[in-house]
T-cell receptor
Framework: DGGITQSPKYLFRKEGQNVTLSCEQN?????MYWYRQDPGQGLRLIYY???????QKGDIAEGYSVSREKKESFPLTVTSAQKNPTAFYLC?????????????FGEGSRLTVL | KQEVTQIPAALSVPEGENLVLNCSFT??????LQWFRQDPGKGLTSLLL?????REQTSGRLNASLDKSSGRSTLYIAASQPGDSATYLC?????????FGAGTRLTVKP
């Protein structure tokens, strides 16, 4: 089945540690995105990528980093510089960047900082 | 900068009732508007996508309408069922920028 796979589903981190969230898609989509979701707020864009080896900052990129070495993969690293990393992280993809059209989401990864 | 608002934040209805969820946006120069469903602890599932040139889209018991001039969209759910309980989010795209509302949490009671 085509879709987006995020792992791990739950992740616990001690303060000062970097963690990497995985996102893999087999939809052959060019564009991929990382969003952060906090209770009572809409999704906020962290990073997006239109093509391999290219990515752009979203609204809240500080403390995060990404890579796009393969079309299928768009991992997100939450660094120790991110002051409030506890959140639900969602990866998404679409056939193109602009206009985006229909967005497909993974099941999410919940990060908790201890 | 586009702002997207969904009111109410939560809604509880008895099974079988027809209901309307609201989404409003501040910039009417949009490419499209999308409605999503999110179950607790899960990702978002796209329900309906309305292009800027369209007035409405239908899928089964769901009907979404779009009024760009007034900056509003509604999601109509007919004959609600307990399985419809979820959070419903709208997202508006314009100028290579997609903005999400905070969602309406719907509970349908048996």
């Amino acid at each position: 089945d085509g879709g987006i796979t995020q792992s791990p589903k739950y992740l616990f981190r001690k303060e000062g540690q970097n963690v990497t969230l995985s996102c893999e898609q087999n939809l052959n989509h060019d564009a991929m995105y990382w969003y952060r979701q906090d209770p009572g707020q809409g999704l906020r864009l962290i990073y997006y990528s239109q093509i391999v080896n290219d990515f752009q900052k979203g609204d809240i990129a500080e403390g995060y980093s990404v890579s796009r070495e393969k079309k299928e993969s768009f991992p997100l690293t939450v660094t120790s510089a991110q002051k409030n990393p506890t959140a639900f992280y969602l990866c998404a993809s679409s056939t193109r960047l602009a206009p985006t059209g229909e967005l497909f989401f993974g099941e999410g990864s919940r990060l908790t900082v201890l | 900068k586009q702002e997207v608002t969904q009111i109410p934040a939560a809604l509880s209805v008895p099974e079988g009732e027809n209901l309307v969820l609201n989404c409003s946006f501040t910039d009417s120069a949009i490419y499209n508007l999308q409605w999503f469903r999110q179950d607790p602890g899960k990702g978002l599932t796209s329900l309906l996508l309305i292009q800027s040139s369209q007035r409405e889209q239908t899928s089964g018991r769901l009907n979404a309408s779009l009024d760009k001039s007034s900056g509003r969209s509604t999601l109509y759910i007919a004959a609600s069922q307990p399985g419809d309980s979820a959070t419903y989010l709208c997202a508006v795209e314009n100028n290579n920028d997609m903005r999400f509302g905070a969602g309406t949490r719907l509970t349908v009671k048996p």
